[in-house]
């Protein structure tokens, strides 16, 4: 139950071409405290319950626990949750023997494209396409949780 994953900008849109899956996205939080967070998801027609906890230091891994739930409790759910929800399109991406979740943000993120690639280990190397632009693995200005709460055109207005 932990999760390890490195988190990236995507510079282009390359990524879309390459996809082999595609599907929207609909969360919310109904806990977005920084030492755990309480997510409801909404993926394609499909509904999850999240839970995760805190950041290692380096921001590579944490705790994440998470269980499908019927769709119907899903959509009772969100309307319960904090203020705000992250909507995006997610893409999986096959890039040699990895393989990448890109977010395309929509909404109040408009314009954020986020890479995500689960590791095995913190050691674990990784190749990265060249649609892959810095590196954001531990920048609590990305995770959707902070996303929810400070969306990204509020960052492109400072």
Known sequence: MLEIERKYRVHNSDYKALATVTYRIVQGYLNSHPERTV???IKADRAFITVKGKSSESGLSRFEWEREIALAEAEQLLPLCEPGSIEKIRYIVPFLDQEFEVDEFLADNKGLVVAELE???????????????KEVTGDVRYYN??????????????
């Open 39 to 41: 997510r409801v998801r």
């Open 119 to 133: 590791l095995k280990s913190e050691q674990q190397q990784v190749e990265l396409p060249a649609w892959v632009a």
């Open 145 to 158: 949780s902070s996303l929810m709460k400070q969306p990204y055109k509020q960052w492109l207005d400072q």
